[in-house]
Nanobody, 124 residues
Framework: QLRLVESGGGLVQPGGSLKLSCTASGASLDNYGIGWFRQAPGKKREGVSC????????SYADSVKERFITSRGSTENTVYLQMNGLKPEDAAVYYC?????????????????WGQGTNVTVST
């Protein structure tokens, strides 16, 4: 059974950066699409990015393009989300999730495996 664990969240000032990690166990991520999603209090879960682990193609929400970068780690079971130029509206719980590919992104329902989330706060 694939398990995903996020880490790297925290408090950052507007304009700052954070790097989130998604570490998998129980299976190789080689054959998955790994999505990052976020959910702020009172708001719907939003797709942020997705990376197809076989060919490393990426997709991004318009709201984070040119600020966020998702990448595969040096080990096959880690995916990163580098977040730059953070804004207060980026504050949310961030989740990584796995699907067979990224074709369903940004719809979260197609992603079968989810981590527990890591909290990102953007505030002065």
């Amino acid at each position: 059974q694939l398990r995903l664990v996020e880490s790297g969240g925290g408090l950052v000032q507007p304009g700052g950066s954070l790097k989130l990690s998604c570490t998998a166990s129980g299976a190789s991520l080689d054959n998955y699409g790994i999505g990052w999603f976020r959910q702020a209090p009172g708001k719907k879960r939003e797709g942020v990015s997705c990376i197809h682990m076989r060919d490393l193609r990426t997709s991004y929400a318009d709201s984070v393009k040119e600020r966020f970068i998702t990448s595969r780690g040096s080990t096959e079971n880690t995916v990163y989300l580098q977040m730059n130029g953070l804004k207060p509206e980026d504050a949310a719980v961030y989740y990584c999730a796995a699907d067979w590919d990224c074709s369903g992104f940004p719809v979260s329902l197609t992603f079968a495996f989810w981590g527990q989330g890591t909290n990102v706060t953007v505030s002065t």
